[in-house]
């Protein structure tokens, strides 16, 4: 899976990315600061989903939502078609009632004003994930082997029965080596993805 977090806040960012990483060891997170390289950036690394600032410091991003969704009106058989159905979640300060409407109208799938909790934030995007189908295709089946057993939808690994206590990077490193089970890994993938 793949994120677009579109933040000119390197703080937020960096905060969002630590979240995601954390629930979604797998998940890539890409970001821009600014609303014109976003746009681009949503056709060359096509994002499962967008996390969208609407105070950037270039162009609105009510307006870097108005181009994701423009396209929605053309032939299904169109490449560009697929952008109208990508999620989008607004993340902003602004949490006036005429705003959330705006984002909203303009196909936003969701709209949360900050400050948000980790959990909250987690819960709206797993929403619209599940939605588009993307929750289920990654892959929550448990894995066992010999007397290891990862819960994956929980989070949880378990050594003959007993439930074995990981930190969140001994947890990310375990979910790489058994998603790629029966397959070589190098140790420079495994730190890259960790």
């Keep these: 899976m793949k994120a677009l977090v579109?933040?000119?806040d390197a703080n937020i960012l960096e905060a969002i990315s630590l979240i995601f990483q954390l629930r979604w060891p797998?998940?890539?997170v890409v970001?821009?600061?600014?609303?014109?390289?976003?746009?681009?950036m949503v056709e060359t690394e096509s994002p499962d989903v967008v996390l969208l600032d609407i105070n950037l410091p270039d162009i609105s991003g009510f307006q870097v939502l108005s181009e994701i969704r423009r396209f929605s009106d053309l032939p299904v058989l169109t490449e560009i078609r697929r952008f109208s159905d990508l999620p989008v979640l607004i993340i902003t300060v602004r949490?006036?009632?005429?705003d959330k409407v705006r984002g909203l109208e303009l196909g936003a799938d969701d709209y949360i004003v900050k400050p948000?909790?980790?959990l909250e934030l987690l819960a709206r995007v797993k929403a619209v994930l599940r939605r588009s189908g993307l929750v289920a295709a990654e892959g929550t089946e448990p894995f066992s082997s010999g007397g290891l057993r990862i819960d994956?939808?929980?989070?949880?690994?378990?050594l003959k029965d007993r439930e074995v206590k990981l930190t969140p990077i001994e947890y990310q490193l375990l979910y790489h080596l058994a998603r790629s089970a029966g397959q070589f890994v190098s140790s420079s993938t495994l730190v890259y993805k960790i």
């Design 6 to 8: 579109i933040e000119d």
């Design 31 to 40: 970001s821009s600061p600014l609303g014109e390289e976003s746009i681009a």
């Design 152 to 158: 994956f939808a929980q989070r949880k690994v378990f």
């Design 116 to 118: 948000f909790s980790h």
């Design 26 to 28: 797998e998940m890539e």
């Design 95 to 98: 949490g006036e009632e005429t």
